[in-house]
């Protein structure tokens, strides 16, 4: 375990290289994808990684993180040390949190205090983590990363915009606007249903809003065909 930590979790990593062509090989992307993700890196989107259990989400936001500019600052909250980032990006400046429900509300000021030039948020799953997400992305913050269990993107940013109104008030519309203005794009992974060992960027979409029409637009760049792997 990490020292001061009473949690082992084993998790069965499969990946020698966190890079892009590693994720080709393994056939989760087409090989000429890389480049593409490489750029969208460089540009510093802020991004989604969405599935079920299981999917490969955590590992294609871990190799997206490992392709990040090693100078950057940054700030990495888990609701359980499940990413050794001292062990994969041992010479970056990136400070690790484990907090989940009332303990990561009590930070929350102090984390939207703090001068990072980006932040993960690895398995959001409830208000508090939605909340803090969009505060952080609003101070303009780019290049976040966030994990969320769901199988339905498109209908993501409604749910996060329900709990957290649910949880804190405010207007639905409002924070619905600020989801979609804030993150770009989502990346939807899943497990081959013949071989779940084997995982696949599902779909690949993007959130846009247009402030003239007050309107938010989901757009599919992507999708995997099953039919043909």
């Known amino acids: 375990t990490k020292d001061g930590q009473d949690v082992m979790v084993f998790r069965k990593y499969i990946m020698q290289n966190y890079n892009f062509e590693e994720l080709a090989r393994m056939g989760t992307i087409e090989k000429e994808a890389a480049e593409l993700f490489k750029t969208m890196v460089d540009i510093g989107f802020n991004v989604l990684f969405a599935g079920p259990v299981r999917s490969g ?3 294609f936001m871990q190799v997206w993180q490992c392709s990040e500019k090693k100078d950057l600052e940054g700030l990495a909250i888990s609701t359980d040390p499940e990413t050794p980032w001292h062990i994969l990006m041992p010479d ?11 303990d990561l509300e009590n930070l929350t000021k102090s ?3 703090g001068d990072n030039d980006y932040v993960i948020l ?3 799953r409830d208000a508090v983590a939605y909340r803090l997400a969009l505060d952080i992305i609003s101070t303009g913050t780019h290049r976040s990363k966030a994990t969320v269990h769901t199988s339905d993107p498109v209908n993501l940013p409604f749910r996060m915009a329900s709990q957290i109104c649910q949880q804190y008030g405010g207007s639905l519309q409002g924070v619905i606007q600020q989801i979609f203005s804030g993150f770009a794009y989502v990346l939807e992974l899943c497990s081959r249903e013949d071989n779940r060992s084997e995982k696949r960027l599902k779909a690949l979409w993007e959130y846009c809003y247009d402030a003239s029409s007050d309107l938010p637009s989901v757009h599919l760049i992507y999708r995997y065909d099953i039919t043909t792997n």
């Open 111 to 113: 984390l939207l205090r």
């Open 57 to 59: 989400k955590t590992t």
């Open 92 to 102: 970056v400046p990136l400070m690790q949190l484990v907090a989940d429900g009332s």
């Open 122 to 124: 690895e398995e959001m």
